[in-house]
């Protein structure tokens, strides 16, 4: 699918200025939505929205389909009449430029409870009818889901496979004594998915009639310790006990010299096959419906993917084996219809994953940030850009631009100062220029680059554990982004809409 000559921007939510610890789907996001129609931006671009597992990482989640309950505003719980301002302004924290998870967790957790409580014992007619339709348009997940996350709470977090036996294994005479025992549990679960999906929709509403399209993304892989696994063991490198077999990761790149061992359990794709790839085409309907079109991380694991043992303590010690990537993507297509998909193609790719991206004409990235590491036939740098495709000065993954420019070896300052005919005293504006000019159907920048911040303020680093997926913006930050620059280049990179341009 091609998508329109336009821009944006990558921010997620748990960015946002919220008053409790973490950013949320509040009035912060409005306010940036608001940001992006000023400047004539039509996308925004996020991380995964699933609920959270190990470190907060977005991509450690535990269920590939529910949203992050985290997420919900105490605001919008405020207006709702679920919870009162007395009490949720007693919640406030600091608005840092770090998330404290742990923090907003734990009053959160508290109000949350209580707003399901008043949810409960006021429930409407109108209420029930609409958590029915929930219930019905997400029986293919939700229920397992909110039994998984019941006994996870009362197994202390502690993996699925640990558990006692008769749940760990879903003996019926388990389940039923967990859904009669925790009834109460399991509604709030179901409150929480309820009152996510609710408030995204209204926030995705909010962004769709200012014109602006939202980019999710989608984890190839699930975690471990996930409700997907632990209620479709017989699709994923699990053995009769819920150990890990074959797990997933990357071999030495860029990133990381000894690769990536993500541990993720790998799929069994001929079983998935067997069903006609029903828990993907779930999957896929469930994103659609989130968003309006999909990155897909590490596209490459869907034409071939990197096994390693379970046991290995290292990536380094793998193999490439081949995945039915083009069957699977026919059968969505065919189940699913038009499929927006940007394909995260970095890394080695093959000729034969091109193909693959190729055969559904998925645009690939183009990061501006690898564009400056060897000569002019560099692939990202924008004179070799195909036009489907979506360029980026760099992603969650990178460093900010002016943290990359100030470590990068000389020899690519240099290349960048040419490229650009600049003396690199802003280096973010200068590849934000380049990525607005080039021939990418869509050019997406870091909101970090468009606010000229440092190393410190980067999202993630790969291969790391304890201190990512903490950044935060500061009302004073988004204020004080030179609007009108970004508005400028919109508007000669012809990424904007006629009217856009005359407002």
Not at 39 to 50: E, R, V
Not at 234 to 255: E, H, I, M, S, T
Not at 427 to 456: H, K
């Amino acid at each position: 699918m091609r998508f329109p000559r336009s821009c944006g921007t990558l921010v997620h939510p748990t960015s946002f200025p919220s008053k409790y610890g973490m950013g949320d789907l509040g009035y912060e996001a409005r306010d940036f939505i608001d940001f992006l129609e000023r400047t004539h931006q039509t996308i925004w671009q996020m991380l995964p929205l699933c609920p959270t597992g190990y470190g907060n990482s977005p991509y450690a989640s535990y269920s590939a389909f529910a949203g992050n309950h985290y997420l919900i505003s105490l605001d919008l719980l405020v207006e709702k009449g679920l919870l009162s301002a007395d009490e949720v302004k007693k919640a406030e924290l600091p608005v840092k430029t770090v998330a404290e998870y742990e923090k907003s967790y734990e009053v959160k957790d508290k109000l949350y409870k209580k707003a399901s409580n008043t949810f409960y014992r006021d429930l409407t007619a109108e209420d029930e009818k609409m958590l029915m339709v929930f219930k019905q348009e997400n029986e293919v997940w939700l229920h397992d889901y909110c039994l998984f996350m019941t006994c996870l709470k009362n197994n202390d977090k502690q993996p699925w496979n640990q558990w006692d036996e008769g749940i760990a294994q879903r003996k019926p005479k388990a389940v039923q004594k967990v859904e009669k025992e925790f009834k109460e549990e399991i509604e709030y679960q179901l409150w929480l998915q309820f009152e996510f999906f609710n408030q995204w929709s209204e926030l995705k509403a909010y962004a769709n009639e200012r014109g602006i399209r939202v980019i999710g993304d989608i984890p190839i892989f699930v975690d471990h310790n996930s409700s997907d696994v632990w209620s479709n063991p017989k699709y994923f490198a699990v053995d009769k006990q819920g150990n890990r077999q074959l797990v997933a990761g990357v071999p030495p790149d860029y990133f990381s010299e000894t690769g990536q061992l993500w541990g993720n359990p790998l799929y069994k794709w001929k079983e998935l096959k067997k069903d006609g790839f029903t828990w993907w085409v779930n999957r896929f309907r469930q994103m659609f419906e989130l968003y309006d079109a999909i990155r897909v991380d590490h596209f490459r694991g869907f034409d071939a993917y990197w096994e390693v043992k379970a046991s290995e303590e290292t990536a380094i010690n793998g193999k490439w084996v081949k995945a039915p990537g083009k069957e699977l993507f026919k059968t969505i297509h065919k189940e699913l219809g038009e499929l927006p998909i940007i394909a995260e193609d970095l890394g080695v790719m093959t000729p034969e994953v091109e193909d693959l991206r190729d055969s559904f004409n998925f645009p690939g990235m183009k990061i501006l940030q690898f564009a400056f590491d060897s000569d002019s036939s560099n692939s990202f740098l924008p004179h070799n850009y195909p036009q489907n495709c979506v360029t980026y000065t760099g992603t969650h993954d990178n460093d900010t631009t002016i943290g990359w420019y100030n470590q990068a070896p000389e020899v690519e300052k240099h290349r960048l100062r040419e490229y650009t005919k600049s003396d690199g005293s802003q280096p973010g504006w200068e590849l934000v220029r380049l990525g607005m000019l080039s021939v990418a159907d869509q050019a997406i920048f870091p909101l970090q680059d468009f606010m000229n911040l440092g190393t410190q303020h980067r999202m993630n680093l790969p291969g790391t554990v304890g201190d990512n997926w903490l950044w935060r913006y500061t009302p004073n930050m988004l204020n004080d982004v030179d609007e009108d620059r970004i508005k400028y280049l919109a508007v000669l990179g012809n990424r904007v809409l006629q009217d856009e341009e005359n407002n």
